[in-house]
């Protein structure tokens, strides 16, 4: 244990209370899965609407059906039941299709907690290839000059959630021995190091990267409606663009500074 660190043990009884806890929420939310899948059936719950999470609103990305096949195998993995077994391998195969999709950046999301916990349970390598070919299908967002997976906002964004997905590119690096792809996942962390995590350890959410010198408007709307400014870049060549919430006079507390600094590509 490091310098100032304390380890924490638990004693016979303290184990048992946790467990006991443990099982009781395991429980619950089986109640709750079962009442979800047999009430309404292949829904995947995203958002809620008026406090409300079954509505009929569009989705503006589709990146958390894989959740619900997820705790669907949680469940099945600790009551082996195999009532569960068959909701999790529908659950599953209802997102198969999306082992090809080019428009988000969330494929790990999808495909580790339903396929591979699949494949883990089985070694059917069919079930293995799915999570390779979503793999594969991830690393497609590759940008060469800015060395990242663009986001599913635009070619030029790069997310930090994208790190958790960037696992499932490993993955498929590792089962393939393609080195190619190992050097696509590698970059992007490093370029997300580089340019999303701060100084004291926290990390912007969007970093934007812009390949020519250029003045912008200096207001612009965001996607959900917010208003921004934006920097200009001075000095040719590729810039990355910080987002921070600063306040206004005009709309306090809703103005996002844009800071553009240069970076070398």
Known sequence: MGKGSREFTMNAQTTETFNQRAQTALEFAGRQLRHLVTEHPDYFPLYSVNGKWKHDSEAWTNWCEGFLGGMLWIIYRHTKDAWWQERAEHYSRLIEHRKTDREVHDLGFLFLPTWKAWYDLTGDSTKNQVVI???????????????????????????????????????????????????????????????????????????????????FLSKQRTRDGATIRVGRVDKPGPSTVSRQPINSPETPGSWIRLSVAPISI
């Open 133 to 215: 070919d979503a793999g594969k299908t991830l690393a497609l967002r590759f940008q060469p000059k800015g060395r990242y997976l663009r986001s599913f906002v635009s070619q030029d964004s790069i997310f930090i959630d994208i790190m958790m997905n960037v696992g499932i590119i490993f993955y498929a690096a590792q089962q393939t021995k393609d080195a190619s792809l190992v050097q696509v996942a590698v970059d992007h962390c490093l370029t997300t190091r580089r340019f999303l995590i701060r100084g004291d350890g926290s990390a912007s959410h969007e970093g934007l990267f812009i390949s020519k010198p250029a003045s």
